[in-house]
């Protein structure tokens, strides 16, 4: 009997994942600490790809130009936003965004392009501008990383050990109410440590804050895995070994910074920088 063929065996994608996230999280880390030109560069980069996966996913753009055309738009908006040339950034970002959801209302593909610029725009100009702040930003950024990663963490593992029912399974089928309230019960307890490390004594504010950043990045969790749903795709892209997507792996600190970039402006708890600090 002839001996069987061996069958090489890849890499498993959990050893994938841990390899990415090596190679990753210090790049990534070093651009937090580094903050002005370096981080936004590093945002300016994961906006312009995000946006490439969003628009892979939606189906291909006519003419073909406009993909790019688009892409390097908001690449420039948001450099004009870290020069805080504000009025260039609107009109670089949003006049191209209205334009691909107007001309799109005949062609669909085009329409979800001018989705996808609000989409990464709004949390990349939230992340940018909170990191503006000097250390102060650069201690809001590490809050806001925390708070998603916790999130994130804490609902895989308390989802898997509780189970139950499902949060919201035509969307997503596997989580459950169990793991999103030990997401957010874990950022609840990253908003009381860190205030309590800032400022010598828990405030109620940033524990609000935290608690609702959780929320916003499981729903930019449920955001993206709706329109992969929409679209009929497992992940956005293939960029990151064992992760899928850049998308796949921001979609929830996507959520929490555009509604982070709110909480500024309005000055919600002592972490997030108030948005008058911009202007300096």
Not at 38 to 47: N, P, Q, R, T, Y
Not at 70 to 97: D, R
Not at 203 to 226: H, K, M, P, T
Not at 250 to 265: H, N, R, T, W, Y
Request: charged share 10%; aromatic share 8%.
């Amino acid at each position: 009997m002839p001996d069987q063929p061996s069958v090489q065996k890849g890499p498993s994608n959990l050893t994938l994942r841990v390899m990415s996230a090596l190679v990753l999280a210090p790049v990534v880390l070093l651009g937090v600490w580094a903050g002005g030109i370096v981080f936004s560069a590093l945002i300016i980069l994961i906006a312009v790809l995000g946006f490439w996966e969003w628009t892979q996913m939606s189906g291909p753009q006519e003419p073909e130009w406009t993909r790019p055309a688009l892409a390097g738009a908001l690449a420039c908006g948001l450099l004009a936003l870290h020069f805080h040339q504000w009025e260039l950034a609107v009109i670089s970002i949003v006049t191209p965004a209205v334009a691909a959801l107007v001309i799109g209302s005949a062609a669909e593909p085009l329409k979800w392009a001018g989705m996808g610029i609000f989409y990464v725009a709004l949390p990349a100009a939230g992340l940018m501008l909170i990191r503006s702040g000097g250390s102060t930003g650069l201690a809001a950024v590490i809050f806001l990383m925390l708070v998603v990663w916790a999130t994130d963490i804490a609902a895989y593992f308390g989802g898997r050990a509780i189970g139950g029912p499902k949060l919201w399974p035509r969307v997503s089928p596997k989580k459950t109410w169990s793991g999103g309230l030990s997401g957010l019960a874990a950022a609840i307890l990253v908003g009381f440590v860190m205030s309590n490390y800032l400022f010598g004594a828990p405030r109620g504010g940033d524990i609000l804050a935290a608690a609702i950043l959780s929320v916003f990045s499981q729903a930019g969790d449920f955001l993206e895995s709706g329109v992969k749903r929409r679209f009929g795709v497992k992940d956005s892209g293939n960029l990151i070994p064992g992760h899928g997507g850049v998308l796949d792996r921001v979609d929830g600190l996507f959520g929490a910074a555009a509604i982070a970039l709110l909480l500024s402006a309005v000055g919600m708890g002592s972490i997030l920088p108030e948005l008058g600090v911009f202007h300096g």
